[in-house]
């Protein structure tokens, strides 16, 4: 299994970002899936996930101005983020917590997609 994570780039404080996150394989259940972000000098920290359930949680550092949502079909969760600030800048990675066949689940990552956040 893989997960490939599209978007990223350069926006303007105060503006908008959509990232997207796919997984790809096959003879595989995704139970959570959600995004991190590493600033520089930092360490990872959680953004937020979305279950299968479609339950959210949020760092309280975006919460209010983001949000997760994931296609089932597809496969793919996305992050929405408003009201972008300075500090929002980072290197986000897809995560998702996956069950192949009948191994035990665990964690998958992204290649991660850099989100740059400067006037």
């Known amino acids: 299994v893989q997960l490939q994570a599209f978007g990223g780039g350069l926006v303007q404080p105060g503006g908008s970002l959509r990232l997207s996150c796919a997984a790809s394989?096959?003879?595989?259940?995704?139970?959570?899936m959600g995004w991190y972000r590493q600033a520089p000098g930092k360490e990872r920290e959680l953004v937020g996930h979305?279950?299968?359930?479609?339950?959210?949680i949020y760092a309280d550092s975006v919460k209010g101005r983001s949000d997760i949502s994931r296609d089932n079909a597809k496969n793919i969760v996305y992050l929405q983020m408003n009201s972008l600030k300075p500090e929002d800048t980072a290197v986000y990675y897809c995560?998702?917590?996956?069950?192949?066949?009948?191994?035990?689940?665990?964690?998958?990552w992204g290649q991660g997609t850099l989100v740059t956040v400067s006037s």
């Open positions: 995560n998702a917590l996956i069950r192949v066949g009948h191994l035990q689940s665990q964690n998958y």
């Open positions: 394989g096959s003879n595989f259940i995704i139970y959570r």
């Open positions: 979305i279950t299968s359930g479609e339950s959210t």
